[in-house]
């Protein structure tokens, strides 16, 4: 009776009568499927919160690394299902449900076919309810080490050891900060080690291994380790140039940044910045600003930026009064002040459609402080630009209730349509695209920006189009493991590429540049003695600028796990990827001449250092093989 009650919920085990394996209520995670028999996986989902406002992706992979479908969710398709055929195979297939969410995921397959779970780290994955069990496996020798993070569902964690009887319990507490959580070493054996995982209570779920594979089945005869198959990547390089690079840069402080921090920042090379300007101290004090603007454009060469502005503490919802006129005029003064160096761009409010009740709310500081710039000539021959609206993410809504009426792109659309006269650029930031797999987001959303502004005679966009904030993450909802560890690096360098792809965008910045309380979200950290130090996404994108060359060529990639830019610059090439995955790819480019001029293969993995690498190049064709979780950047000269 007991297995037949536990098929409720996250259902979790199999019933008397071996009616299909369930797992229920995925928001966030991988599952892997290894089939001996021809099987099929289904996939069902219901609205979770916000579904309506939110198109969603998800993924089928096999054994190889090689998508199998990528599934499109529509945001009107609340409700829906996708139905897989699985063939059978030494090596599991991967379904990826990639957070953040807003559906919830249940998934059927055969009772037979091995099935593990990853789940999410820090951020919740799954809903459950009470009395939810899962098993989990520690190699000998392994220190494994248990995790739990309360997120107002499931508040304790109890293991068993299957043979002994030994069990730790994990009481999971609330937090004032989201990346603290839970933990409890589990004994190290020189046995491998069956635990059952009893979760406690329902509602939300977070709970993963450290020290041990992060896998978890509803039957214990499935805990087998993961097959992966080395994978192919195959490349053909065009002569076709798609358009620039964009700018990379980073959001940089509203202060003179110490001496100390000049190093980090030099290393970083940023060709575009973020600023805020803070309407309610540059009323009062116009000249505040010019110090830390005129440093940054003189002393680090950022000749391309955009200013948001707001109030202390980024308050957002500006109103066309006296204080946000005067602190407009004073930022206008200022950029004035910088020689006319520079295109420097402003917006009017920070991500509006989050933080505004109505468009019109919005539309009314907009078209006031349009005029306001637009009524001196001298702005623009300085350099001034205006650009919209700054949104909260662009295709999918806000984190915010009636997401379906305040999507970017729409109120984008909007502007464009009344006022385009008004507007040079769109701009927007994206966050919780987290999964590895999930960040052709970012070339889809590019995409759709170019779509919305229209393109010119040369391909285009007919304005310009910046990505000025992004991140893993908004705000300080933050994970330590993807936040100061080389999935960062990954994650980075993937977005890069996929945003920078198609030759349309001119500035991709990442939030922010150091950590400041309560936002430990920057590319430097900054240590107890005051120095500054460069996290793995900062040195990662070290890596990228001292590769990166000014145009896009078109590049065919038929692989998903490896991203890939093809660039120029006058007789200059390089190609820049990511391998995300963990499996060896053996990458083939064609389209290159033999033997490479000056050609030169460098690897950048999770030691966060730059090294050369073996590759072959012979009959018109570059061959080398790509470890798992490796940046690389291939350059030579075509003449």
């Not at 059978?88 to 559906?103: H, V």
């Amino acid at each position: 009776m007991k297995r037949l009650i536990l098929l409720l919920g996250f259902g979790l085990t199999l019933n008397a009568f071996a009616a299909p394996m369930q797992w229920g209520e995925i928001r966030d995670g991988s599952l892997y499927l290894q089939t001996d028999r021809p099987d099929t996986v289904t996939v069902r989902w219901v609205p979770a919160w916000q579904a309506e406002a939110n198109e969603e992706h998800i993924y089928l992979l096999d054994g190889s690394g090689r998508l199998q479908d990528d599934r499109l969710i529509e945001a009107t398709e609340v409700r829906g299902s996708q139905r897989w055929p699985l063939v059978p195979g030494a090596a599991s297939y991967r379904l990826e449900i990639p957070g953040y969410s807003f559906r919830s995921y249940r998934v059927e397959h055969d009772d037979k076919t091995v099935a593990l779970f990853s789940p999410a780290k820090v951020h919740f994955s799954v809903e459950t309810r009470h009395g939810d069990e899962l098993f989990f496996k520690v190699a000998p020798g392994e220190h494994a080490v248990l995790n739990g993070k309360f997120h107002g569902g499931i508040n304790a964690l109890q293991a068993q050891r299957m043979d002994r009887g030994q069990q730790r319990s994990l009481a999971l507490k609330p937090y004032r900060a989201y990346w603290q959580f839970d933990h409890v070493a589990l004994p190290v054996s020189d046995r491998a080690q069956v635990w059952r995982l009893r979760l406690q209570g329902s509602g939300k779920a977070a709970f993963w291994l450290d020290g041990t594979a992060n896998l978890f089945a509803q039957n214990p005869q499935h805990l087998q380790p993961l097959r992966e198959d080395p994978g192919q990547t195959r490349l053909t390089l065009r002569d076709k140039v798609l358009g620039r690079t964009p700018d990379l840069g980073i959001a940089l402080p509203y202060l003179v940044p110490p001496e100390a921090s000049h190093a980090a920042l030099d290393a970083l090379k940023p060709s575009a910045a973020s600023y805020y300007s803070f309407v309610d101290v540059t009323s009062k004090n116009a000249h505040f600003e010019d110090a830390f603007r005129k440093l940054y454009q003189d002393r680090f060469g950022i000749r391309q930026d955009i200013t948001l502005l707001a109030g202390t503490g980024r308050q957002a919802d500006l109103r066309a009064d006296v204080q946000s006129n005067r602190g407009l005029d004073a930022w206008l003064a200022g950029t004035r002040a910088l020689d006319g160096l520079g295109t420097h761009y402003i917006g009017f409010a920070d991500e509006p459609n989050l933080n505004y009740s109505s468009f019109e709310d919005y539309r009314t500081i907009f078209l006031s402080m349009a005029r306001q710039v637009r009524n001196d000539p001298a702005n623009a021959k300085a350099g001034v630009r205006i650009a919209m609206p700054a949104s909260s993410r662009l295709v999918n809504g806000p984190f915010a209730d009636n997401a379906a009426d305040k999507r970017g792109i729409d109120w984008a659309r909007r502007l464009l349509s009344e006022s385009a006269d008004q507007v040079d650029a769109l701009a927007w930031h994206e966050w919780m695209i987290r999964d590895l797999l999930a960040t052709r987001v970012y070339r889809d959303s590019v995409r759709r920006a170019a779509d919305l502004v229209g393109l010119d005679s040369q391909g285009q966009p007919r304005k310009a189009l910046l990505l000025d904030q992004t991140n893993l993450s908004s705000g300080s909802s933050l994970s330590p493991y993807d936040q100061e560890t080389h999935y960062a690096a990954l994650w980075w360098a993937s977005v890069v590429i996929n945003a920078s792809q198609d030759g349309l965008l001119t500035m991709l910045n990442w939030f922010q540049a150091a950590d400041e309380p309560p936002y430990a979200k920057g590319m430097v950290s900054v240590l107890d003695n005051g120095s500054f130090e460069l996290k793995p996404v900062g040195l990662a994108q070290q890596f990228i600028q001292q590769h990166w060359l000014p145009r896009v060529l078109q590049l065919d990639n038929d692989a998903f796990e490896v991203d890939v830019l093809a660039m120029a610059n006058d007789e200059q090439r390089a190609l820049l990827g990511v391998n995300k995955g963990t499996r060896l790819q053996h990458v083939d480019l064609s389209g290159a001449k033999c033997p490479l001029n000056h050609g030169a293969l460098r690897f950048f993995g999770a030691d966060n250092r730059s090294r050369e690498a073996p590759f072959a190049c012979e009959n018109g064709r570059v061959r080398f093989e790509l470890p798992g979780q490796t940046l690389f950047a291939l350059n030579w000269n075509a003449s």
